[in-house]
């Protein structure tokens, strides 16, 4: 861990030339009905602001990146209490103003009363991202990490699984008020086991400056490759239905902005063969604009019920964004 800072600390004179430096934080609370909870709180340097779809005025068009995070956790998986902390540094290499990679490497030490002792393991990501204006967003990415940060519960925890993870995610504009979303994550667990979730989505935006607002329709499946004890591991669970979101500024106070997402889904679960109806709804209210200070603070809840038994997550907390 000391290792991590005092590289960052070395080449931070070097590469922070032009561009603004940034320091995010955050702390979310997620907790369940099946009786789980995790707090996670984390910190991340950057040495250059970045965000490949929608760039910051004045960025560098090639550029070195450097920075570095920590995560910490503490939690309930219904039936042991744990506890983890990660730390990452990150090389980065902005080629041009569509074309980015980032490496993050690290260590990742989990404990929890069940095993009754600590492990630590490599923690680390590969990602690239590719932009065209207007048009298209691409991002490809490859990491390894705890299988418990993605909430694979309880055997995440009980049996210190880890899990190699890929992800595609794909934003397409047909045109300047019609576009599509396409994420597929492909999770290859420790035990032998396999997880993918896709989703897809179109939508149609009534408002696409300021107010943001746009509506649609979507997809979703969540699937493994066997089902186990362990944790919700369903052959296939599928939802159909409704997608909005929206940012709007809250126009009687200045700089501050409301984002809102509503998602109604038909579900259907292949292996109990029962239907259902899902709601998600996501909400953050953030003080400051993108480019400057900022904090936000956010509320998310999933509803899913299947023959009259209802399932539900809870998750909030806040983030900040410091520019300097």
Known sequence: MRIIFFIIVLLFPIYCLADMSQLSGNYTYLQSSDQMFMHS???AFRNNRRDLSFPYENEDEVAWDVGGSLLTTQ??????????QRGNFLLGRKFSSNFQIDITSGAHRAYDTNNNNDKT????????????DELFDLILSANRDYAYIYTIQPGG???????NVLNFSFNYNFLPYLMTRMNEN?????????KSVSTVSLLYGIATDEPWIWVGIGYDNTSYKYNTTNYWSPSAFMGFGFRSEANVPIYVIDNVYLNLEFNYNRLWDKDTCTRGNGVAFASKLQFGKRDNHNIAFFYNRINSIEDGNLWFSNEMGMTFNLMF
Do not use: V
């Not at 393991?121 to 065209?132: R, V």
């Not at 925890?157 to 899990?163: A, E, G, I, K, Q």
């Open 75 to 84: 939690g309930f998986n219904a039936i042991h209490n744990y506890n983890g």
């Open 157 to 163: 925890t009980n049996d210190r699984l880890t899990t």
């Open 41 to 43: 709180s984390s910190m």
């Open 186 to 194: 492909y999770f290859f667990i420790s035990d032998q086991n396999a």
């Open 121 to 132: 393991i490599y923690s680390g990501e590969i990602k690239l991202f590719l932009h065209s």
